[in-house]
């Protein structure tokens, strides 16, 4: 049955040409008018249809996503004050899924930054996360960082051991004279 069969949630050939050309489809009659998109497994198998609105979900011009609808008891149902309602409906959701898209993405960029700061830096800056810094306020705050990432350490120690030997002997001599001063020293190889 078309209700059940996952890949026959929606008319999939209708949703693609509403995504590509960005145009809506209204189907007035979809049970007895022939169209575009009779040939549709969907449509075949669905037997009830009445009234189809497909239409793109935009913001500024792009396609975000396509909404679907269907009525199975009326024919003609989506009028065209009908469709300007669920176009603005449809526009208020085309922007929250954009701003969630952004909120993710600088979620992401935040929880990426983190992982290279210590806890006990933002401890001595007093906030609990990199977006909490405030630039002016932690200016006043005398530090000197050094932050070094080797991408790959075990090809380093593999390949450089006397590089990687000078650098652990020179992190374990300056990390307790950091400390000592009330610095942080996070962790070293």
């Known amino acids: ?20 050309s960005g145009e809506r489809v209204i189907l007035g009659d979809a049970q007895s008018q022939e169209h575009a998109f009779s040939s ?12 189809v609105l497909c239409m793109p979900v935009a913001v500024s011009g792009q396609c975000l996503a ?10 003609h149902v989506f009028l065209p004050s009908r469709q300007l309602m669920i176009g603005m409906i449809a526009s208020q959701a085309a922007i929250a899924l954009q701003n ?6 600088i979620s992401e960029h935040r929880r990426r930054c983190e992982r290279f700061v210590p806890l006990p830096l933002l401890s001595m800056l007093d906030v609990n996360s990199t977006s909490d810094i405030d630039l002016a306020r932690s200016a006043r705050t005398h530090a000197c960082v050094m932050f070094v990432t080797l991408q790959s350490p075990l090809e380093l120690e593999r390949r450089h051991s006397e590089a990687y030997m000078h650098l652990n002997a020179f992190f374990e001599r300056v990390a307790p004279l950091v400390r000592s001063h009330g610095g942080v020293w996070d962790i070293f190889f």
């Open 1 to 20: 049955e078309a209700r059940t069969h996952p890949l026959l949630a929606v008319p999939s050939e209708l949703v693609r040409h509403v995504l590509e």
């Open 40 to 51: 549709e497994a969907y449509f075949a198998l669905r037997g009830d249809m009445r009234s």
């Open 100 to 105: 969630a898209s952004a909120f993710s993405s």
């Open 66 to 75: 396509a909404l679907y609808l269907e009525n199975n008891l009326t024919p």
